[in-house]
């Protein structure tokens, strides 16, 4: 083996590859506010690359220590119940490791998840939690390259080979709300659907579509409305289901919150839940419970999902190697109040 192999990796020699002088590097391994933004990424990313071991003298190696035992969880919105849900996850599964969880929210727009990254570089977290980002695979390559543990909560699209994934069982958790209306007696039942370009809106509604083909119940493409998850899209879509001349009598939304805003349409149109229709929503966040009548929904372990991501995470950092591909967790249906037999039959 050469002497440059062996040789530890000093100060002056990543001050003479970056071009700047062996004080600027001191600075940005002491946590120095002086220096520039753009030169201490570059420190920081040549430091993690080239192996850098502090010595005694360095007074606080932020890089050897790998975001001071930071976890980051990256959200496209961290307004949300769901996002709620998988940060308390993730914070119980990290505090007994006294991991601390941090959250970032993908800037909108092009070039977003190309700063985050720059911003990423910087922070050089123990892991990092991606929960429905719209990173593209070049990103999420860039993210291995950076050395960084990262595992993907509930996938939107094609995800590089390298970063593994967890989620639930969408499909299955479509079937199921499907047959459960069905097995109630209802023919026409409505669908509002999460952003079409995430995969799990995509299974939920083959699991639907799968379901009444099954049961030989005709599907009608115009009772399926493609909404984005928010309670407002529920409430739009909802009213746009009910002011057909043959509205359903059931809806499937596909997560909790467009299922709230269904029952608020329902609300305005002077009919109740489930007399008059019945909704099934898609999550089991806490708040299906606490509304009038409580929600029949599909259960998907959200916190177990970002608690699972974490330990996955922890192990990496002690050795073990990360899985590959997809894991799944189950989906449950729970039915409470808000479902019932339709008023009348459909022929």
Known sequence: MSDSMDRRVTVADIAAEAGVSRATVSKVLNGRSDV?????????????????????????????ERGGGLMEILFNDAGTPWAAEIIRGAEE?????????????????????RRWLEDLTARVPRGVILAVTDLTAADQRRIAKLGVPA????????????IPSIGAGNWGGGMAATQHLIDLGHRRI????????YLCSQARLAGYR??????????????????????????????????????????????????????????????????????????????????????????????????????????HKDGVDMPEGRVELSTKLVVRDSTAPPAERDN
């Open 36 to 64: 520039a933004q753009s030169t201490r990424v570059q420190i920081e990313a040549m430091l993690v690359a080239r192996g850098y071991v502090p010595t005694r003298r360095t007074k606080r190696p932020v890089i050897a």
């Open 151 to 162: 595992v993907i909560v509930d996938q939107v699209g094609d995800a590089d080979g390298d």
């Open 210 to 315: 799968a379901t009444l083909e099954r049961a030989g119940v005709e599907a009608d493409d115009s009772l399926v409305e493609h909404g984005d998850f928010h309670y407002s899209s529920g409430h739009e879509l909802g009213l746009a289901l009910l002011d057909r001349p043959d509205p359903p009598s059931a809806i499937f939304a596909a997560n909790d919150e467009q299922a709230l805003g269904v029952y608020a349409a329902v609300r305005q149109r002077g009919l109740r839940v489930p007399d008059d229709l019945s909704v099934v929503g898609f999550d089991d966040v806490p708040m299906s419970q606490w509304v009038t009548p409580p929600l029949t929904t599909v259960r998907q372990p959200i916190a177990e999902l970002a608690a699972l991501a974490v330990r996955t995470l922890l192990a």
């Open 93 to 113: 599964a990290a505090r007994g490791s006294r991991i601390g969880v941090v959250v970032s929210v993908l800037e909108r727009g092009a070039g977003g998840g």
């Open 190 to 197: 409505g669908m509002i659907t999460g952003p079409m370009r």
